[in-house]
């Protein structure tokens, strides 16, 4: 039985597109799923961050102007929760992606009030579209939709296992946290998530769990004791 009533899933773009790189990779996305699926019939409520990385990372175009660049990564976080939030449905859940600007009949228009009247319904609500404005990251949406809603905890499934005190794809003798405080993340720059995101965790107490999507079941076995990734702590 999960400790947990409520939590926000932070979701890579790039590990939604598989090997490719790019776009997307349905099967993993249905294995997403499946494993949210197994949350939800457990009665945890479950909100989703996407990043846009398999469309658009930082400024891949060095060209353009930093507001402008800014704009096209969120639309492909929208892109990326009305893609998986459709995925969802085809699981048998019902979803709602919400977004701090107007997208005609694409989206809702975020609210507290609205999300908690779609996580009442047993709905899984989708907050893309970042905070809606320029110069904040997507680690600074995810932070900021979960201290809003006030859920328990935020999963952060990544690319790797965990929090390492070296890059493990170029020194195979890195070393894996199992627990860190956030304040350590920042000390040791550790780059889990941003400094704006961290401070934001620090002044709101929220615990975070970093995980590897791809590791078997991953998703599910972060709510349950058999968690094997890093917990991200908040002292008191």
């Known amino acids: 039985m999960s400790q947990y009533k409520r939590v926000l899933l932070k979701l890579s773009g790039e590990a939604l597109a598989g090997d490719k790189k790019t776009g997307f990779h349905e099967p993993t996305v249905v294995g997403v799923a499946k494993q949210v699926k197994q949350l939800v019939d457990q009665g945890i409520q479950v909100g989703i961050v996407i990043g846009g990385g398999n469309f658009w990372r930082g400024r891949t175009s060095e060209k353009i102007d930093r507001t402008k660049a800014d704009a096209i990564g969120m639309l492909a976080t929208v892109m990326n929760c009305i893609y998986v939030s459709e995925i969802f449905r085809t699981e048998g859940m019902m979803t709602q992606v919400l ?138």
Request: charged residues 20%.
């Open 99 to 236: 977004t701090p600007f107007e997208c005609g009949s694409f989206t809702k228009l975020f609210s507290k009030d609205r999300a908690n009247k779609y996580f009442s319904k047993n709905m899984v609500v989708f907050f893309a579209g970042g905070i809606g404005h320029p110069y904040f990251s997507t680690d600074v949406g995810m932070v900021l939709r979960a201290v809003e809603m006030e859920v328990d905890c935020i999963l952060a499934a990544k690319a790797i296992d965990g929090v390492y005190d070296s890059d493990p794809n170029s020194n195979p003798a890195a070393k894996k946290y199992d627990q860190l405080t956030i304040q350590e993340v920042v000390n040791k720059k550790l780059g889990v998530i941003d400094l704006a995101a961290s401070v934001l965790c620090m002044e709101n107490k929220m615990p975070m769990l970093i995980f590897g999507l791809n590791e078997e079941n991953s998703i599910v076995r972060a709510v349950t004791d058999q968690f094997t990734g890093t917990k991200i702590i908040v002292e008191t």
